[in-house]
């Protein structure tokens, strides 16, 4: 029993620890020691240190929650309409005839080319980015539930009809939890499109969060380990998102949990 | 006065070429008793199980119609239970949330639907496993399950569209032995279709036979066996003559229509 646990859960760790702390001081040694240009590349305990400066100073805290509150908003609004959406579509071909062209459409356009429209419409400030936000992020959500409702067994819902189901009972009884694993995998996918457009709409135009730090030290004299810093904070916040919504998924789709 | 009556019942869909029609069901006439346990069986393709989704109106005739305590069936409901031969289970309900699903949808209280789910559930030997999710149980354990959802919502008919037919033998006998078991305490009507002629003749009261393209029924057997009946009728004399009976008006009409050779390559 242990040695499999060890072979099978610690040893990949294990190793990923090494691989990674070798980097890290490769990459140490040829900055420190002036091999590769360090006001370039910087390295790690420089980036530490910048670290420590953005905490004391603040500036990092309240850049991140207001990331955190545009990024919140607009995803949060993401799930609902987007999954609105989804089942409208998933019941009503004309629904889906009338608006797919629009979506496909907002789908494959680059979001952040609507921020300085958005910015006019809504100000500078974070409700121009929480709806960038919205716009890069319900759109996989709603096709997901869509093809999720698509594809579910039609067993299911041939139950609930036989019971005499109301439409919303066969909505929210048979057709939303089937769609789950597929609307879970929109979530995962718009994480990653909703972060791009958030930090990119910072850094284009507006006041503060992440992004905004980021365009300010890339033009600021030794800015190169802040900026470090601040990329890992978004990588971070992405990771911890994903990881979130899997443990989600898996809390709500116990069935699919086969140990 | 007949508890369901099924009056000149037809069905037709769109045929595969333009303007033809294919009618699956024929001027279907049935009249079943309460309490009665009615099996239906046909070659593939007869419009058996049509017949009982007409009769849970999930599909529309295209004219006849299902009366039910005289009164026209005209939209599913829990009065009529299906329990469907891929048992239909909803794998991220827990057994116990399965069982509940017809009461949940009659807005049943949630301390009330549970009593009432248990019961069931004990009566299909299952009540240790209410925690379980579906894809945890064998098929003969699911179907059971199955039979306890339908049961829950108390229908006056119980409707089962070849309920054993994907278990294996052994299963589907002792799930014949358990189902009449039940029948006998419960004593709700039951149509049972089923493409197995054993099957038909040892649960029954009553055996359908029916023909295909069009579905109709050739004919009505009664099976006065006594009851309570158990595995040891199979070897009976009775028992032989009724399989034999049954199987000479199938074989009849299935080579007649032609059917013979497609239906024997399907089985």
């Known amino acids: 029993m242990h040695r499999s646990l060890l072979a099978h859960r610690l040893a990949p760790l294990i190793v990923g620890l090494l691989s990674v702390s070798l980097f890290l001081l490769i990459w140490e040694i040829a900055g420190s020691t002036e091999t590769v240009r360090s006001e370039l590349v910087s390295y790690p305990t420089q980036i530490l240190s910048a670290f420590k400066r953005l905490i004391l100073s603040g500036e990092l805290a309240q850049n991140t929650l207001i990331s955190l509150r545009e990024f919140g908003e607009g995803f949060a609004a993401a799930i609902v309409i987007g999954i609105a959406c989804?089942?409208?579509?998933?019941?009503?071909?004309?629904?889906?005839?009338?608006?797919?062209?629009?979506?496909?459409?907002?789908?494959?356009?680059?979001?952040?080319?609507?921020?300085?429209?958005?910015v006019v419409w809504f100000g500078i400030g974070t409700t121009s980015k929480s709806i960038a936000v919205f716009l890069s992020a319900f759109i996989p959500i709603a096709i997901n539930t869509t093809t999720g409702i698509e594809e579910i067994s039609e067993s299911w819902v041939r139950a609930l009809r036989a019971?005499?189901?109301?439409?919303?009972?066969?909505?929210?009884?048979?057709?939303?939890?089937?769609?789950?694993?597929?609307?879970?995998?929109?979530?995962?996918?718009?994480?990653?499109?909703?972060?791009?457009?958030?930090?990119?709409?910072?850094?284009?135009?507006?006041?503060?969060?992440?992004?905004?730090?980021?365009?300010?030290?890339?033009v600021a004299p030794d800015g190169v380990p802040e900026i470090f810093v601040l990329v890992a904070v978004v990588a971070t916040f992405g990771y911890v998102c994903v990881l979130l919504f899997s443990l989600i998924e898996s809390g709500l789709t116990p069935w699919r949990s086969h140990s | 006065m007949a508890q369901l009556e099924v009056k000149d019942l037809s069905l037709s869909y769109p045929g595969s070429r333009s303007g033809s029609t294919f009618l699956a069901l024929d001027k279907v006439n049935v009249s079943i008793e309460k309490g009665e346990f009615v099996t239906i069986v046909g070659p593939s393709g007869c419009g058996k199980s049509t017949l009982l989704m007409l009769v849970a109106a999930l599909l529309r005739p295209t004219s006849g119609a299902v009366q039910l305590n005289q009164k026209d069936v005209t939209k599913p409901g829990p009065d009529r239970a299906l329990v469907f031969q891929d048992f239909a289970l909803l794998p991220w309900r827990t057994v116990i949330k399965n069982v509940e699903l017809g009461l949940e949808l009659k807005k049943v209280p949630s301390a009330q639907r549970r009593k009432e789910a248990l019961k069931y559930l004990d009566m299909v030997e299952l009540g240790k496993f209410c925690n379980h999710y579906p894809h945890q149980l064998s098929g003969g354990m699911r179907q059971r399950v199955g039979i306890a959802r339908a049961l829950s919502v108390d229908p006056e008919v119980l409707l089962m569209d070849e309920p054993f037919g994907a278990l294996d033998a052994q299963i589907r006998q002792v799930m014949g032995l358990e189902l009449l078991r039940i029948w006998e305490r419960e004593r709700k009507t039951i149509i049972f279709v089923t493409h197995d002629i054993d099957e038909a003749v040892y649960l029954g009261d009553r055996v359908l036979v029916m023909s295909a393209s069009p579905g109709r029924v050739i004919q009505e057997v009664k099976i006065s066996l006594p009851r309570p009946r158990d595995l040891s009728l199979r070897n009976k004399a009775e028992f032989t003559a009724y399989r034999e009976t049954i199987w000479n008006l199938l074989e009849k009409q299935v080579q007649a229509n032609g059917a013979w050779r497609q239906d024997s390559a399907l089985s």
Not at chain 1, 92 to 117: D, G, H, K, N, Q
Request: aromatic share 12%; glycine share 10%; proline share 6%.
């Open chain 1, 86 to 118: 989804g089942v409208a579509f998933a019941l009503s071909r004309t629904i889906r005839y009338l608006f797919e062209p629009i979506f496909v459409a907002l789908y494959t356009a680059p979001i952040i080319v609507f921020v300085p429209v958005l």
């Open chain 1, 163 to 218: 019971f005499g189901a109301s439409r919303t009972q066969i909505i929210f009884k048979a057709m939303l939890p089937g769609a789950i694993p597929s609307i879970m995998a929109g979530i995962r996918l718009a994480i990653g499109r909703g972060i791009v457009v958030l930090i990119a709409g910072e850094m284009y135009v507006s006041m503060s969060g992440i992004g905004r730090l980021i365009s300010i030290y890339s």
